[in-house]
């Protein structure tokens, strides 16, 4: 698989539909003759966004609500800046080896090739309550968070990809400090995030078993995802250890329509996707706590959930999978 149809890859398989069955109704167009080529692209191209989308969608939500710390911002007049870059120890479907049957959709073991599955996020929290005193701790301080995500413009050889509205999207969350930080008490926090991709259209080409070029395309594509997590952390020194769990909800809508070009014979098929995808995630935190910055990392592993299942099936990795994860990044306080 070369590099170009991973990165074509990538970019298509962001999503998956919310279907019952594993076997789903496309609309087919064109003559007899090519039919079921058509009919066959429709089935595959849903399962390989079913195969994506859990990934995409633990890549957006990541671990915790901050990178590297439970511990609230300490009141009004306190904020954070976060930019982080999380990866999904992924697999991504091996376009290459996929083969349309003339009969219509027929069950095919697609080869998957193991590669990362990236997403950056910027979060700014403000502080907004610093809590109650009680002893050497505070209960119940709050945070407020607004998270952007911007998408831009990609035209990589067969692969474009258009947003026809505002590139940034804006999320929004909070964070309730259970107690905060101080002598051996550790911050515990519950917190609430939901991230958003911006809408895109995405088209994609591919050279056709008998020479023609097959198409594949989105349009109105969106990705959100919302993430609940109890998290806690203590400092030690300059160093703040930490963990959490909690339960991702991705939902994902997008219209998918297939081109095909057959012996001199074009045919179309096309459907209309929704889905909505649970995950269980826990993690672990490392922060270095530096006078100007703080340096965090987070590995978890996101499992369980909605169990989904495909007309097709994937060598070496299926879609309900624990799926491990990396995040990295900078945080400023002030």
Do not use: W
């Amino acid at each position: 698989m070369t590099a170009r149809h991973r990165f074509a890859t990538a970019l298509l398989l962001a999503a998956a539909p919310t279907i019952v069955s594993a076997q789903v109704s496309c609309a087919i167009t064109g003559p007899v003759a090519v039919r079921g080529y058509a009919a066959d692209a429709c089935q595959k191209a849903v399962d390989l966004f079913r195969f994506m989308m859990p990934q995409f969608g633990q890549a957006l939500s990541g671990g915790g609500a901050i990178l590297g710390t439970a511990n609230t911002l300490g009141g009004l007049g306190k904020f954070s800046a976060n930019l982080r870059v999380s990866a999904v120890e992924g697999r991504v479907p091996d376009v290459d080896d996929i083969t349309l049957s003339p009969l219509g959709a027929r069950a095919s073991q697609i080869r998957t090739t193991s590669a990362p599955v990236p997403a950056p996020v910027v979060d700014v929290g403000m502080g907004l309550f610093k809590g109650f005193p009680v002893g050497l701790t505070r209960l119940f301080s709050l945070d407020g968070i607004v998270n952007v995500a911007y998408l831009p413009d990609v035209d990589v050889e067969e692969v474009s990809l258009v947003v026809p509205g505002k590139r940034f999207k804006f999320g929004y969350g909070g964070r309730v400090g259970l107690t905060r930080d101080a002598h051996l008490i550790p911050a515990i926090s519950a917190s609430y995030i939901k991230r958003d991709l911006p809408t895109a259209d995405l088209t994609a080409s591919f050279q056709g078993g008998t020479g023609g070029t097959d198409a594949l395309s989105l349009t109105g594509f969106s990705v959100g995802t919302e993430a609940y997590r109890l998290s806690v952390s203590k400092k030690l020194g300059f160093i703040e250890i930490g963990g959490g769990a909690g339960r991702d909800t991705y939902d994902t809508r997008l219209n998918i329509s297939a081109s095909v070009n057959e012996g001199g014979n074009t045919g179309g098929a096309s459907t209309t996707l929704v889905q909505q995808t649970k995950r269980d995630v826990v993690y672990a935190s490392l922060a270095f706590n530096l006078p100007l910055l703080k340096l965090a990392a987070e590995v978890g592993q996101s499992s369980g959930g909605t169990s989904l299942n495909t007309f097709n099936t994937f060598v070496d990795g299926g879609q309900n999978e624990a799926r491990r994860f990396a995040s990295a990044g900078i945080r400023i306080s002030f």
